[in-house]
């Protein structure tokens, strides 16, 4: 079965920076594009940021500038570089992974998704 496993996450000062994983397994990794979502206690899932399956990248105005997605599809894996953290940025980030030709923001075109792992960004 496909899984997403997710990794990276901590607690950090503002400022500071993160570097997360997500490894894939049971799928063809190459032909899927990828996300990363966040949700803070109490809101909504939304969007960070994406990658093609060409390695197009896509991000939300709130991240853009600080955080950065990266594939390595030798590995299976996506990355997702958080820098100049913020405590907004407190969240659990998840990965997700779909068949998608355009970068896209919500969350129900999405195929697959990793169990989440907590970022935690102290003022």
């Known amino acids: 079965q496909v899984q997403l496993v997710e990794s990276g996450g901590g607690s950090v000062q503002a400022g500071g920076s993160l570097r997360l994983s997500c490894a894939a397994s049971g799928l063809t990794f190459s032909v899927y594009a990828l996300a990363w979502f966040r949700q803070a206690p109490g809101k909504e899932r939304e969007f960070v940021a994406w990658s093609g399956t060409t390695s197009t990248t896509y991000y939300a105005d709130s991240v853009k500038g600080r955080f950065a997605i990266s594939r390595e599809n030798a590995k299976n894996t996506v990355y997702l570089q958080m820098n100049s953290l913020k405590p907004e940025d407190t969240a659990v980030y998840y990965c997700?992974?779909?068949?998608?030709?355009?970068?896209?923001?919500?969350?129900?075109?999405?195929?697959?998704w990793g169990q989440g792992t907590q970022v935690t960004v102290s003022s």
């Open positions: 997700a992974a779909g068949r998608l030709w355009k970068a896209a923001s919500v969350t129900n075109v999405y195929d697959y």
